[in-house]
């Protein structure tokens, strides 16, 4: 995904940039590595879990931490 890309339908966290859009894990609550994936229809920059996201796993060398 580019950073340009505009992702509808988030839960409010997932929105805020606080929880994963595939996964909806709470960055808040679960440490794990997160990549930017896009933005909200509100502007904010949303993230994926490095595990959940393919091209977040090829950033991080195909390593999930």
């Known amino acids: 995904m580019s950073g340009d890309t505009i992702i509808a339908g988030l839960t409010a966290l997932q929105a805020d940039g606080l929880a994963c ?3 909806g ?3 808040l609550d ?3 590595p997160h990549l930017p994936v ?3 229809v509100t502007g ?4 994926a879990c490095v595990g959940c996201d393919p091209d977040a796993r090829r950033a991080a060398g195909g390593v999930l931490r």
């Open 21 to 23: 859009v595939v996964c």
């Open 25 to 27: 894990a709470d960055y």
């Open 30 to 32: 679960v440490r794990v």
């Open 38 to 40: 896009g933005r909200s």
């Open 44 to 47: 904010s920059q949303v993230f």
